[in-house]
Every structure is written in C-alpha cells, then in structure tokens.
C-alpha cells in the first residue's frame, strides 16, 4: 500500500455551497466571475448573493430537496450561480455535455429521473427533440420558457435544508468508467468538499489568481478544480464558452491570467502555434494539463516557450476527480509524471496477470481509496461492485508504476475507453453505429493516434462491400453521434480478430 506525502486532513462537515461560498459575500467587490469575451464581472458579494435568490427562486418554482436538476449549458457567468443555488435547494445537479445529442440528452435525463433543465437558447433545439418530460428554464431568453433572471426576482425565504454531506448526492455526471455504457456517477457533497480541500494542497491557488475556464464545467475537472477550487479561494474565474485559440490568447493576455487549467490539446498550441507569439503571457505561471497523458517532451516545449511551469495530475469522474498532480512551485518536474498521491489518499498496484500487489518500480493497475471515491454507480449495484471492491479499493483500469521517490506515472490503460481531446468516447458505442451500416459486415473501434500523438477513434471494418470508403463510414458515424466520438481514421481488414467468447481483441489491432 502506498501513502501521500503530505499529511492528512481534516474533511469539513459542509455541503459544497456552505463550503466553496461560505466566505463569499465577506470578500465584497473582490471579482469572482469574468467573462474573458466582454470582461463582465461578477463580484463575490453578487454571486453569493445571485446563488441566495435563485435558490429561493428554484424552490418556489416546485424544486424539491432530493430532486435532480439537469444542466446542459456551456461555460457561462450564470453555470456556477445555478449550480450551487440548487445544491442550495437541496437538489442533485447532474451535468449534461454541451455536445450531447438529442438522443444522449434524453437517454441521461431518464436515468438520472431529472426533473428539471437548465440550458441556454442555442440548445433548445435538442432538448425539444429530447422529448423529455422535464420542467425547462433557460439562462438567457426564449419566447414560451421562464428565464433563470426571473428565477432570480423572488422575494422568497431562502430555503433551509437539512441533509448529511457523506451521503447525500451533489453532482451526478455520466462517466463510461472502465465499461463502454454511460453511468451516473454519484458524488456526495463530502466527495467533492473533500477534494477540492485534497487538491489544494499541491495546486496551491490563492486569491490573488485569475484562472482561465475554457474546461467545460459540465465535465469533473472543470466542476472541481476550476469552479469550485478557485472560488473556495477567492481566486477569478475569466470564463468563456468554448476552446477559440484566438479569443483564448486574447482572455490570458487581457485579463493577466496566472493560471490555465488546459487539456494536452491546448498544450500542444501553446507550445507550438505561432500566433502564441503575438500575444503578452507574461502573467502566466502555471499551466496545468489533465483529463488524458501528457507527453514530458510536450510538456517541456511548452514551458520553455511560455517561461512557465508546465505541470500535470490524474483522475477520473469516479474520483470526484483528482487523486495525484505535481506540486504548484515545482519548476522542475519528472518529465510525464503525475506526481504524488494527494492528502487523505492510499494507493495499490495489482499486477494485471497474477493479481499480485506491485512494488516500487513495478507496473499495475492503480487502485485508490479515499475520501474522493464515489458513493457508485446510479442504479447500477453490479457496476459498482465491479469497479469498488469489499474493501473500498477502487479500480482504475489504469496502468501505472512508482518510482522510489514517490513520483507515479500512468503508462497504458487496462480499460478500452478511448480520450479524445479530454472526452470519453467508449469504442462498444461506435462499434454499435458502425454494425448498423448496411456495407459493413464487422466492425471493431480502439485508440488510434493523429499526427500530433493525440487519441483518436480509429475503426477497423470488414466490408460487406468492396466499393465502401473510408469517407462514406466516418460521414456515417459524424451524422449519428456527438462531435467528439466521431471516428478519425478507418483501416478495411478481413476480419475483426476475436476470442473464443467472441470478445473483441483489440491488442491484436494494435500496431
């Protein structure tokens, strides 16, 4: 069993809300918002304030406590406020991708049992098509829905709600874990509390940090270590809704950002992108990459061209999300490291083969245990015995090795689950669009790599037609999923290799 190098720490008996803002409205005008296109500003007085008045709002409007709350929105001023004015409520909020597909949005609104949404215009289209029995509120206007702003005019009380943090569900996004079907994680407000304590430790944000979400707070990453990680300090969040290279570079060197919160992608243009060059970084000193590996190589471009540190750390939903990340402060960093294991958090490797715990040195799957470790799978009791075992070991399905300093190091994944920019794609979910194609007689999907080194869905297809095309199957699969999981390169075989069970053996697919 392996142990953090620092010491533990006390968890507070707090929801999230009580947590992240419960110093709020003492910090006054002190921003916590900033929108990075138009430089609006939410101070932290307001946004206390703001979570207040919509949490009454969301109550008188038939919010109960216990009942879910959808949000399907990309990063916005108001995405924070109806976060945590629903938690308020007593509520659980489950984060919908901005990407989802009508067909995806209306699958997680069903399992989840949400009975309120929250989205902006834009999206409206999808959630109609959803055909969804949900009570809809939007951020900005839409003739024929009621606006979160007048959510917000209510002269209610504000709702008191008695709820126990270690077991009550906050935060229910859907993760494919290390099988191919999405599944509600549940969260507890204590998961989440005490991980943003845990993280804080090496990432070590202060007030005085002005911190870039271009992270989608729909995911865990951007739920934990960028909205509530940085309000929990005091720190600003400059927002804005989505990855733009210019209006990026436009919002680090406007509103002197110190830190960036970034996936690789984002790391590999700041490293190499020449218009990087016209713009004035020189406030930045951090750029933090998660959500998939780092390449050390990569990484030290990337610093040696900003004159900041670049740095990385692992998680997963399931972990509400972080367990390890290299030290704020460390300039000098092993190169693909994740670093040590957080505060309050133990750690085992199993060899894959002989189910063996591993040494220093040694490979395995990671397992953790901790405070961060999810309460399970929603509806879901075999999933979740299958991924937390009897003695509260959580499974990975990630390959990784110690070194003698404490340093970890992811080195392959056990599980099949393909990143994409960040994005989970499960393979078992093309394979199943790809079958439906009348020219193809099997099909098998695993992580391929583009030119940059990054994942990409890559399917191998057997024709049930010579004259099919590599152009015709990816247009197939783009028309029938989200952006993120469309297939990025096809290789025709003759046969898809399987095991005797009839598993897939998509090693042999490998290069």
Known sequence: MFHSPFPDLAVADATIPQHVLGGAAARGDAPALIDGRTGQTVSYAHLAYQVERLAAGLAEAGLHPGDVLAIFSPNTLLYPVVFHAALAAGATVTTVNALATPADLASQLHDSKARFLVTVSPFLDRVSAAQSEVTVFVCDEAAGYRSVRDLLASEAPAPVVELDPATAVAALPYSSGTTGVAKGVMLTHRNIVANVEQAQVPISYSDHDRVIAILPFFHIYGLTVLMNMVLAR??????????????????????????????????????????????????????????????????????????????????????????????????????????????????????????????????????????????????????????????????????????????????????ELIKYKGYQVPPAELEAVLLNHPSIADAAVIAGHDADGEEIPHAFVVPADPALTSAEVMAYVAERVAPYKKVRAVTFVEAIPKSASGKILRKDLRP
């Open 234 to 415: 005091g720190g600003a969040l400059v927002i804005l809704p989505r990855f733009d290279l210019t209006e990026f570079l436009t919002a680090l060197s406007v509103h002197k950002v110190t830190r960036a919160m970034v996936a690789p992608p984002v790391v590999l243009a700041l490293a190499k992108h020449p218009a990087v060059a016209e713009y004035d970084l020189s406030a930045l000193e951090v750029v933090f990459s998660g959500a998939a590996p780092l390449d050390g190589d990569l990484a030290a471009a990337c610093a040696a061209r900003l004159g900041c540190a670049v740095q990385q750390g692992y998680g997963m939903t399931e972990l509400s999300p972080v367990t390890h990340a290299q030290p704020y402060g460390a300039r000098e960093n092993k190169a693909g490291s994740i670093g040590p294991l957080l505060p309050n958090t133990e750690a085992r490797l199993i060899d894959v083969a002989t189910g063996a715990d591993a040494g220093v040195g040694e490979s395995g799957e990671l397992l953790i245990r901790g405070p961060q470790v999810m309460l399970g799978y929603l509806g879901r009791p075999e999933e979740t015995a299958a991924t937390i075992d009897p003695d509260g070991w959580l499974h990975t399905g990630d390959l990784a090795m110690v070194d003698a300093d404490g340093d970890w190091f992811i080195l392959d994944r056990v599980k």
